[in-house]
Antibody, heavy 120, light 110 residues
Framework: QVQLQQSGPGLVKPSQTLSLTCAISGDSVSSNRAAWNWIRQSPSRGLEWLGRTYYRSKWYTYYAVSVKSRMIIKADTSKNQFSLQVNSVTPEDTAVYYC??????????WGQGTLVTVSS | QSVLTQPPSASGTPGQRIAISCSGSSSNIGSDNVNWYQQLPGRAPKLLIYRNDQRPSGVPDRFSGSKSGTSASLAISGLQSEDESYYFCAAWDGSLNGWVFGGGTKLTVL
């Protein structure tokens, strides 16, 4: 049974960096069948896919065009987890952030969600 | 503004059958599979239907999905009070090279 456990701060100041981690159990971040996604949800923007990373003999990472310049997604094979970093945050980055496993054509497992508020 | 279009609300009475639509374009629904999620307030989305019409293990067969062209539909038969929730559609968009979602439909069981 795959489970994703998120961790990270719920409050970030404007212009600072948001960092979240998603720990995986029941699967491997290096799986050659899964992809590891970050998604966020806010009342104003709904569900928004941010990016994903996956391993297919080498690592691939892709980002949504709208956030590409400010985001970094990394896999940590030693801890079986992956992370999201968002630089130069603004109040518009306030949202519930989810990690999710892409498998068999869907994001089939989701983390519990982390409400991140950008405020001074 | 979500890439996929859903009605903001739907309603039905217990035992009734309802359907929720999801409209997209040739770059997403028209060329790839559709997935449906149920989301209770304060909870993460739960996968209900994948690859247009497949149910994950544990999802009741009251839930079914279909796709035609650039539109898809989620049907719920034998409506129950516990089905009151938000429902979202999702699809891979080949032009955006990422997942896109509907704005969500709030289902009320009267």
């Amino acid at each position: 049974q795959v489970q994703l456990q998120q961790s990270g701060p719920g409050l970030v100041k404007p212009s600072q960096t948001l960092s979240l981690t998603c720990a995986i159990s029941g699967d491997s971040v290096s799986s050659n069948r899964a992809a590891w996604n970050w998604i966020r949800q806010s009342p104003s923007r709904g569900l928004e896919w941010l990016g994903r990373t996956y391993y297919r003999s080498k690592w691939y990472t892709y980002y949504a065009v709208s956030v590409k310049s400010r985001m970094i997604i990394k896999a940590d094979t030693s801890k079986n987890q992956f992370s999201l970093q968002v630089n130069s945050v603004t109040p518009e980055d306030t949202a519930v952030y989810y990690c999710g496993r892409g498998y068999d054509g869907a994001i089939d497992q989701w983390g519990q969600g982390t409400l991140v508020t950008v405020s001074s | 503004q979500s890439v996929l279009t859903q009605p903001p609300s739907a309603s039905g009475t217990p035992g009734q059958r309802i359907a929720i639509s999801c409209s997209g374009s040739s770059s997403n629904i028209g060329s790839d599979n559709v997935n449906w999620y149920q989301q209770l307030p304060g909870r993460a989305p739960k996968l209900l239907i994948y690859r247009n019409d497949q149910r994950p293990s544990g999802v009741p067969d009251r839930f079914s999905g279909s796709k035609s062209g650039t539109s898809a539909s989620l049907a719920i038969s034998g409506l129950q009070s516990e089905d009151e929730s938000y429902y979202f559609c999702a699809a891979w968009d080949g032009s955006l090279n990422g997942w896109v979602f509907g704005g969500g439909t709030k289902l009320t069981v009267l």
